[in-house]
């Protein structure tokens, strides 16, 4: 299994970036894909999550209406695109891939929401190697 993270970078206050995320060794479209993300001496966050299956998604609430995720399932790939970025933004971004939690959930917006709550790795199924974003003020 690989999550490869791209499209990290240093850029100003009021930028953009956009992150990609390749997937490879398992079955896309049965999985959950989200971007976390780490600055120094925080813990790790959720950002956003979506479902391969039908596109719902969650966004922490200090990205919303700035930051959008999408997925190409034809791709195997997930995209952050990141706008009006802030130096709070600074982290490195993980992407991390779940195995859908088929009837667990009512819809699947309340489950990216508790994907996207996770707080330990050993929570998620596979975790990429991080890509930094680094927002200058």
């Known amino acids: 299994v690989q999550l490869v993270e791209s499209g990290g970078g240093l850029v100003q206050a009021g930028g953009s970036l956009r992150l990609s995320c390749a997937a490879s060794g398992f079955t896309f479209d049965e999985y959950s894909i989200g971007w976390f993300r780490q600055a120094p001496g925080k813990e790790r966050e959720g950002v956003s999550c979506?479902?391969?299956?039908?596109?719902?998604?969650y966004y922490k609430d200090s990205v919303k209406g700035r930051f959008t995720i999408s997925a190409d399932n034809a791709k195997n790939t997930v995209y952050l695109q990141m706008d009006n970025l802030k130096p709070e933004d600074t982290a490195v971004y993980y992407c991390?891939?779940?195995?859908?939690?088929?009837?667990?959930?009512?819809?699947?917006?309340?489950?990216?929401?508790?994907?996207?709550?996770?707080?330990?790795?050993?929570?998620?199924?596979?975790w990429g190697r991080g890509t930094q974003v680094t927002v200058s003020s």
């Open positions: 979506i479902s391969t299956i039908d596109g719902g998604t």
């Open positions: 991390v891939a779940d195995f859908f939690p088929y009837g667990l959930f009512p819809t699947t917006t309340q489950a990216m929401g508790d994907m996207c709550a996770a707080t330990t790795n050993y929570e998620l199924d596979y």
